[in-house]
């Protein structure tokens, strides 16, 4: 029993560190930096990423052609499809209040850039579908084609999923710790489903390009 106190006093620490770090982050906000965390925020509705998707599976097929570069596609989709599922089982398992629906973070203060939503937000979808197509999309791409480097790309396709995550504790979705947390289990995911499709252009015997 005395372990599941320590354990129970120890999670209610940290959430309340959590809620004190998102509000010291969410308070950063001014008309110009509101703006551009809502662009990031909006990754469903903002057709710009919509072009960014294309864009990189363009070149996935361009650089490895249609077999592998359809079968990391296909990778990709499957691993971001099943984040979305399991992000919401854990929601609904968890039940961690959004910021948004936390009245005490809302009486200190909490700025809100988007309606309300779903009531729970751990752990954030954003952070963890981004991070995870990013991952098993590079990691991919650097198995299958050695001609190139991907470094610039990959660091760059980082940043913008660092930055959706983050865009969400700006926005009022979420607790830093929700942000954190989606970014590794994308991290996860994507190294997992990289090893897929590595697992299965082996199957397949499609040969790397060399």
Not at 62 to 66: A, I, Y
Not at 194 to 197: D, F, N, P, R, V
């Given at each position: 029993?005395?372990?599941?106190?320590?354990?129970?006093?120890?999670?209610?620490?940290?959430?309340h560190?959590?809620?004190?770090?998102?509000?010291?982050?969410?308070?950063?906000n001014?008309?110009?930096?509101d703006?551009?965390?809502?662009?990031?925020?909006?990754?469903?509705?903002?057709?710009?990423?919509?072009?960014?998707?294309?864009?990189?599976?363009?070149?996935?097929i361009?650089?490895?052609?249609?077999k592998k570069?359809?079968?990391?596609i296909?990778?990709?989709v499957?691993?971001?499809?099943?984040?979305?599922?399991?992000?919401n089982?854990?929601?609904?398992?968890?039940?961690?209040?959004?910021?948004?629906?936390?009245?005490?973070?809302?009486?200190?203060?909490?700025?809100?850039?988007?309606?309300?939503?779903?009531?729970?937000?751990?752990?954030?979808?954003?952070?963890?579908?981004?991070a995870?197509?990013?991952?098993?999309?590079?990691?991919?791409?650097?198995?299958s084609?050695?001609?190139?480097?991907?470094?610039?790309?990959?660091?760059?396709?980082?940043?913008?999923?660092?930055?959706?995550?983050?865009?969400?504790?700006?926005?009022?979705?979420h607790f830093?710790?929700?942000?954190?947390?989606?970014?590794?289990?994308?991290?996860?995911?994507?190294?997992?489903f990289?090893?897929?499709?590595r697992?299965?252009?082996?199957?397949?015997?499609?040969?790397r390009?060399?």
């Open positions: 029993m005395e372990g599941v106190a320590e354990i129970t006093e120890t999670l209610r620490r940290l959430h560190l959590d809620k004190d770090v998102t509000l010291a982050i969410n308070g950063w001014s008309p110009v930096s703006t551009i965390w809502q662009f990031f925020s909006d990754t469903n509705d903002t057709h710009i990423w919509f072009v960014l998707y294309l864009a990189v599976a363009a070149l996935v361009v650089r490895l052609g249609w570069g359809l079968l990391l296909a990778c990709c499957v691993c971001v499809v099943g984040i979305d599922q399991i992000d089982l854990v929601k609904a398992g968890v039940q961690r209040l959004r910021p948004v629906h936390d009245a005490d973070m809302m009486s200190r203060g909490l700025h809100v850039l988007e309606v309300p939503g779903k009531l729970y937000g751990f752990f954030s979808a954003h952070a963890a579908t981004s995870s197509f990013v991952t098993c999309t590079m990691l991919g791409l650097s198995y084609d050695k001609r190139h480097s991907y470094t610039i790309l990959g660091v760059l396709l980082a940043l913008w999923a660092i930055l959706v995550g983050v865009s969400r504790v700006f926005v009022g979705k830093l710790g929700d942000v954190l947390v989606g970014l590794a289990v994308g991290v996860a995911f994507g190294f997992l990289a090893w897929i499709y697992l299965l252009c082996n199957k397949l015997r499609l040969t390009q060399l």
